[in-house]
Nanobody, 122 residues
Framework: VQLQASGGGLVQAGGSLRLSCAAS????????MGWFRQAPGKEREFVAA????????VYADSVKGRFTIFRDNTKNTVYLQMNSLKPEDTAVHYC????????????????WGRGTQVTVSS
């Protein structure tokens, strides 16, 4: 499976962005999907994950209530709706897929897309 993330950009604090991650191949619905991010000089961190059907989601505490992860298996796409953005959300955001039910741990993810830059100005 190959992943292509898009939707990043520059936004003012308090604004919104929607990231998309399109997957190639027919097996998209057999993978749970996650979003991670990495800011300069910092470690990669978990943002959100969603189960194969979309019935279960988990979020990092730092984004809970502001971000929503959802997926459309008919379009082989997972999304991350980001509202009330803060400067500390500035990072390269990556989507990834795992054969596990759900995971917050990046080593558990089997394939990754190229990141998309999100920059939030204060």
């Amino acid at each position: 499976v190959q992943l292509q993330a898009s939707g990043g950009g520059l936004v003012q604090a308090g604004g919104s962005l929607r990231l998309s991650c399109a997957a190639s191949g027919r097996s998209f619905s057999t993978y749970a999907m996650g979003w991670f991010r990495q800011a300069p000089g910092k470690e990669r961190e978990f943002v959100a994950a969603i189960s194969r059907s979309g019935a279960m989601t988990v979020y990092a505490d730092s984004v809970k209530g502001r971000f929503t992860i959802f997926r459309d298996n008919t379009k082989n796409t997972v999304y991350l709706q980001m509202n009330s953005l803060k400067p500390e959300d500035t990072a390269v955001h990556y989507c990834a897929g795992t054969s596990m039910v759900l995971s917050r741990e990046w080593p558990n993810y089997d394939f990754w897309g190229r990141g998309t830059q999100v920059t939030v100005s204060s």
